[in-house]
């Protein structure tokens, strides 16, 4: 008997991967939030613009509110909801996740150990996603990493589920390569670096992410946000893991590891024209991640009695978007400079 999957935020990412367990056979459900988006994935299916092919996949969406109606369960929950809607989304969902199921949060943020404590952590699995999408249609997704070089980590956070990597590890190797983390929340963290580096800061100027990160002053305020990030992280313990298919050996070899998750991103998974979900977020009038993400840094630096001053900045900037006052543009850069004098 096959398994029964449900994905729990159905947009950009998670339409992606929802399309791609689709086209494999797997018994496979898309549930979003966006009742528009939910709509038109009904009557039209998910189209997946790609660099080289478009793909358009008939898939069953359901909206948020059918969730009361769902008498099955679920074997497997991919999670890829905003990580400020982790713990009520986990809520949710969790009636409907076998006893002996898992919920994987294929999410950006520190969200494991939510997670955990709405399922309990012999039900949660951690993972680590790079794909680089854009949605800005119902029912359309601009896919610029496609499957052959969009990149996973998974992993338990203890030794039960650890075991059950696998589980996930097979489904998501359908949208990408995938490595099974023995330190999951390493990993995480080591991806919150890279997301630090160039969610915020590049939304900051209304700017794709490879061109914000060209100009040359932005690039190295990018690099000293992610490296206030690797510093926290080591002074909370979390090792250094490599990501993005990196190997040990090419963490070892770099004398500037910022620089480097930065550049093996740029050449990695994004096009000139890739926005970041941040700015996408913006674009749409939406609230960002910026509090889970730059916010993170500068709250955990607080309570170890350090500074992150460039992250600080960053945020300060990004709550004033966020409440109206400031629109995305390159004039951000000299605010940026001066909040930092």
């Not at 990493?145 to 650890?162: C, D, E, H, K, L």
């Not at 932005?218 to 993005?244: C, K, T, W």
């Amino acid at each position: 008997m096959s398994i029964k999957i449900a994905i729990l935020g159905s947009g950009a990412n998670g339409a992606s991967i929802g399309a791609d367990l689709t086209l494999a056979g797997l018994d496979v459900v898309l549930i979003d939030q966006w009742a528009e988006h939910v709509i038109n994935m009904r009557s039209n299916g998910i189209t997946i613009e790609m660099p080289d092919e478009t793909l358009n996949v008939p898939v069953r969406a359901y909206h948020l509110s059918d969730i009361a109606t769902f008498s099955e369960t679920f074997d497997i929950v991919l999670l890829l909801m905003k990580t400020y809607d982790t713990r009520w989304s986990c809520h949710l969902i969790e009636p409907h996740l076998k006893s002996g199921g898992l919920l994987a949060g294929v999410q950006n943020g520190m969200t494991t150990e939510i997670i955990a404590d709405v399922v309990g952590p012999e039900r949660t699995m951690g993972c680590v996603i790079e794909i680089s999408s854009m949605m800005f249609e119902p029912g359309i997704v601009q896919r610029h990493s496609p499957p052959q070089r969009s990149w996973f980590a998974v992993g338990g956070i203890v030794p039960s589920t650890q075991k059950r990597s696998e589980e996930i590890a097979s489904l998501l190797r359908h949208s990408g390569s995938v490595e099974i983390a023995n330190n999951i929340q390493a990993v995480k963290w080591m991806k919150l670096i890279s997301n630090t580096t160039t969610l915020v800061s590049t939304a900051l100027l209304g700017l794709p992410l490879q061109e914000a990160a060209s100009i040359p002053e932005m690039r190295s305020l990018m690099i000293n946000s992610g490296q206030e990030a690797l510093d926290l992280g080591i002074g909370l313990g979390h090792s250094v893991q490599p990501i993005f298919g990196l190997s040990p050996e090419d963490m070892r070899s770099t004398n500037n590891l910022v620089d480097s998750l930065l550049d093996r991103l740029i050449a990695g998974f994004v096009l000139p024209d890739t926005k970041t979900t941040v700015l996408q977020d913006w674009i749409k009038g939406r609230r960002s991640e910026a509090e889970d993400l730059n916010g993170l840094i500068v709250q955990e630096s607080e309570r170890l009695g350090l500074t992150a001053p460039v992250n600080s900045a960053i945020l300060e900037i990004s709550q004033r978007i966020e409440r109206g006052e400031l629109c995305p543009g390159l004039d951000k850069l000299s605010l940026l400079r001066n909040l930092l004098k």
